[in-house]
Nanobody, 122 residues
Framework: QVQLVESGGGLVQPGGSLRLSCAAS????????MGWYRQAPGKERELVAA???????NYADSVKGRFAVSRDNAKNTAYLQMNNLKPEDTAVYYC????????????????WGQGTQVTVSS
């Protein structure tokens, strides 16, 4: 029905940068919010950054000033620019989107990507 595919993760040194992408495809009529979550071993999944269809953004306190979330509605794609990365940012990053399909139930449903690993280490 709907697929979210993340890309852009990898291994970087502290202070480095990465840009994650999340491309949504399939039965998509409208996308409301898109966001990024992360989960480190032994910890709960947490919201990193999110953006509404109108451009409102929300960030975890730990990433404010370093990360920036954006989206390209024409491409059904969200991005997460990560700068000045720290070892504490190491986690699997998951894309989340609220999507209404043409042939669905007329409601926004939550979808998740499979995740992309970000490792920050010297």
């Amino acid at each position: 029905q709907v697929q979210l595919v993340e890309s852009g993760g990898g291994l970087v040194q502290p202070g480095g940068s990465l840009r994650l992408s999340c491309a949504a495809s399939g039965n998509i009529f409208r996308i409301n919010a898109m966001g990024w979550y992360r989960q480190a071993p032994g910890k709960e999944r947490e919201l990193v950054a999110a953006t509404s269809s109108g451009g409102r953004t929300n960030y975890a306190d730990s990433v404010k000033g370093r990360f920036a979330v954006s989206r390209d509605n024409a491409k059904n794609t969200a991005y997460l620019q990560m700068n000045n990365l720290k070892p504490e940012d190491t986690a699997v990053y998951y894309c989340n989107a609220e999507i209404m399909g043409y042939t669905g139930d007329g409601r926004y449903n939550q979808y998740w990507g499979q995740g992309t690993q970000v490792t920050v280490s010297s």
